[in-house]
Structures are given as structure tokens and as C-alpha cells.
């Protein structure tokens, strides 16, 4: 079975600050991991995902997230907080089972404060 | 590039009666996928489809019906809806020629049942 934990439901940072977002997954498999962001009355759209290769994954709108394997993490971050940045951040996990299924976490939402 | 839509966005209905959500996507996808968003729960997968005619449940669908007799459709059925049925659906797609892939949302169908 696979999992997803993230820490805080509600994150809140001032504009230009550090974003960090927590996020803890459990897998028995090797795991594909995802951030996907919701904005306000929308669907949630992809920021980044980690498959294979290069630990540290670059994302749209300057977000990036490390994967270590040791800690089964993998924490979004962006060095400097834009008010546009407020939204709700999902992050998600997929196992390397043959079958398309992704098991998401329950959300951060960012409060980015002027 | 209309990409996938759903229909309605927003719907009011009585409890007991019947109520389907249209969801429809452009790529081919073999995959599609319907979730329900809730507080505190983040997205639960309630049925998935790998190819036309192949459907199977998900992680809660008690009360829901699907088919897809086509690849670019996959409807979702409240066969007689119930007030726990109040949600946020959201219907979503991926080729599935490998794991890791992304998934593509639908913006979202809003039900209230009263």
C-alpha cells in the first residue's frame, strides 16, 4: 500500500520568504512523486514530478522539490514567495506497479501575506 | 486544445435523485479517472478506466456508477444521491504508456444535494 503525508493544512509565508511545503510518502516499490497545485475554483494542474535520475526536480514557476529516499520525502520549495504563489499544493504518489494509480495527500494551502 | 471538460460545473439537486457528470477529453488517453474532493480528505479516487469498456472501482464507490462505452467519455452516475454525496468532482486523464505519468484534471463539478 502506498501512502502520502503532508504537513499543515494551512502554510503561511510573507511575500519573498522562503516556501517550504512538507511532504512524507510511504511505498513498498520504488515511487513516482508529484506536486500538482489548485488555484481557486479550478482543476489541479502538475507543478513537478520525480520518475527516475536526478534527485532534485525542477518545476514551473521557480518550485523544486528533492527526493530522499532515505527520509521518504519529498518537500516542495521556492527561495522567494510570490503573492501568485496562493494556492493549494497537492503532493502525490504513483507506484511502479503496471497500473495507473496515484494516491494523493490532503493539501497544503499557502497563505502568502503582503 | 480543448483538453478535457466536464459538465456541469455547478448542480443542485434533491436527495434521491439521479445525476450524472459528462466528462470528455481530446487526447485519447486511455486512462480516465473520477475523484471527489472534500476538506480534510484531499482527492479520493472513485472509479478508473484503463480503455473503453474497462472500468474498475476505487477507494470510494459506494453510490456511483460509471461506463465508457468511448475513449473520450467517462461519465459519472449518483444512481439516487445522497447529501455525503455534496462534493467537488473532478474528472481526470493520462495516456498510461508508463507509470510516472502526468495527469490531467478537468476544472471541477461542483454538487450540492439538498
Known amino acids: 500500500a502506498q501512502s502520502v503525508t503532508q504537513l499543515g493544512s494551512h502554510v503561511s509565508v510573507s511575500e519573498g520568504a522562503l516556501v517550504l511545503l512538507r511532504c512524507n510518502y510511504s511505498?513498498?516499490?520504488?515511487?513516482?512523486l508529484f506536486w500538482y497545485v489548485q488555484y481557486p475554483n479550478q482543476g489541479l494542474q502538475l507543478l513537478l514530478k520525480y520518475t527516475t535520475g536526478a534527485t532534485l526536480v525542477k518545476g514551473i514557476n521557480g518550485f523544486e522539490a528533492e527526493f530522499k529516499k532515505s527520509e521518504t520525502s519529498f518537500h516542495l520549495t521556492k527561495p522567494s514567495a510570490h503573492m501568485s504563489d496562493a494556492a493549494e499544493y497537492f503532493c502525490a504518489v504513483a507506484n511502479s506497479g503496471g497500473y495507473q494509480k496515484v494516491t494523493f495527500g490532503t493539501g497544503t494551502k499557502l497563505q502568502v501575506i503582503p | 486544445d480543448a483538453g478535457i471538460t466536464q459538465s456541469p460545473r455547478y448542480k443542485i439537486t434533491e436527495t434521491g435523485r439521479q445525476v450524472t457528470l459528462m466528462c470528455h477529453q481530446t487526447w485519447s488517453h486511455s486512462y480516465m479517472f473520477w475523484y471527489r474532493q472534500d476538506l480534510g480528505h484531499g482527492l479520493r479516487l472513485i472509479y478508473y478506466s484503463a480503455a473503453a469498456d474497462i472500468t474498475d472501482k476505487g477507494e470510494v464507490p459506494d453510490g456511483y456508477v460509471v461506463s465508457r462505452s468511448k475513449t473520450e467519455n467517462f461519465p459519472l452516475t449518483l444512481e439516487s444521491a445522497t447529501r455525503s454525496q455534496t462534493s467537488v468532482y473532478f474528472c481526470a486523464s493520462t495516456s498510461g504508456t508508463g507509470n510516472g505519468n502526468t495527469i490531467y484534471f478537468g476544472e471541477g463539478s461542483w454538487l450540492t444535494v439538498v
Open positions: 511505498s513498498s516499490v520504488p515511487p513516482y
